[in-house]
């Protein structure tokens, strides 16, 4: 039995501090395979250049805080949230 390939899904995605300069906007649409916010953000860092560890990077799917693991469908809006520095 063969597993068919993950089907693409158009996400809504959004980046704050570093991440919205390293990915050089806020904000993206954008039609990808990845099941998780984890899979998502390695496309990223190839894809738009992303350094930010992803260790350290917390996420949010559809406005609450997810693990990078959830599972992600079409129409999702998924925030990568960087570490914050300052005090």
Same mark, same amino acid.
């Given at each position: 039995?063969?597993?068919?390939? =993950?089907? @693409?899904?158009?996400?809504?995605?959004?980046?704050?501090?570093? &991440? #919205?300069?390293?990915?050089?906007?806020?904000?993206?649409?954008?039609?990808?395979?990845?099941?998780? =916010?984890? @899979?998502?953000y390695e496309e990223l860092q190839r894809t738009?250049? &992303? #350094?930010v560890p992803r260790g350290v990077i917390r996420?949010?799917?559809?406005?609450?805080?997810?693990?990078?693991?959830?599972?992600?469908?079409?129409?999702?809006?998924?925030?990568?949230?960087?570490?914050v520095a300052g005090g």
């Amino acid at each position: 039995m063969s597993t068919s390939p =993950p089907s @693409a899904h158009r996400l809504h995605l959004q980046f704050f501090a570093r &991440l #919205r300069e390293e990915a050089g906007c806020s904000a993206l649409e954008l039609e990808t395979c990845a099941p998780t =916010p984890a @899979a998502l953000y390695e496309e990223l860092q190839r894809t738009r250049g &992303l #350094r930010v560890p992803r260790g350290v990077i917390r996420v949010a799917v559809n406005a609450r805080y997810a693990t990078m693991e959830t599972p992600l469908r079409g129409g999702d809006t998924v925030v990568f949230i960087p570490p914050v520095a300052g005090g």
